[in-house]
């Protein structure tokens, strides 16, 4: 991204360089003053840009990564049952709840004796039993008031505690 600014930055300057170069008539001197005014306005708010990125950049990559994967029969299940907005939801409420998440695997599983299907949310998350335990608790309770039954019941929640 970085490589990207400068070379945008670069290109700016290089066509503000070339049109400060060019013979201007005079009867254009309040136009190119405009142009040349807009120039050094874009200039500088480029370069404001570029420093707010670099800036920022730090925090940003110091971030943990978390992993998602969706299979396709996953999407696929809850497609056919109008359940991808709570599929949506499950991701948004596991990262609000489960701070030291770092992987969540969504896949079809099926009960062989009721012949029963539903999507289950399978997390790897880092922490005390205790502490993710809490976590689990605060995410049920906000997965029961939001999503109506039976939905609520085809998206489930497992625990890899690492």
Request: proline share 4%; hydrophobic share 40%; net charge negative.
């Amino acid at each position: 991204m970085s490589q990207t600014l400068s070379d945008f930055f670069a290109s700016d300057l290089i066509i503000g360089d070339l049109y400060s170069r060019l013979p201007i008539d005079r009867k254009w001197k309040t136009i190119s003053g405009s142009i040349e005014e807009w120039m050094e306005n874009r200039k500088e708010s480029l370069i404001n840009l570029h420093n707010l990125i670099e800036t920022l950049k730090p925090q940003l990559s110091d971030e943990p990564r978390i992993e998602i994967n969706q299979t396709a029969e996953a999407i696929l299940f809850c497609a056919k049952r109008s359940l991808i907005k709570y599929l949506g939801l499950a991701e948004m409420l596991i990262r609000e709840h489960f701070t030291t998440v770092r992987k969540i695997s969504f896949s079809v599983e099926y009960d062989p004796e009721t012949s029963d299907q539903w999507v289950i949310a399978d997390i790897e998350v880092y922490g005390e039993i205790d502490q993710v335990i809490a976590w689990e608790d605060e995410f049920v309770k906000e997965w029961v008031a939001t999503v109506p039954y039976p939905e609520r019941n085809k998206i489930r929640l497992s625990c890899d505690i690492i």
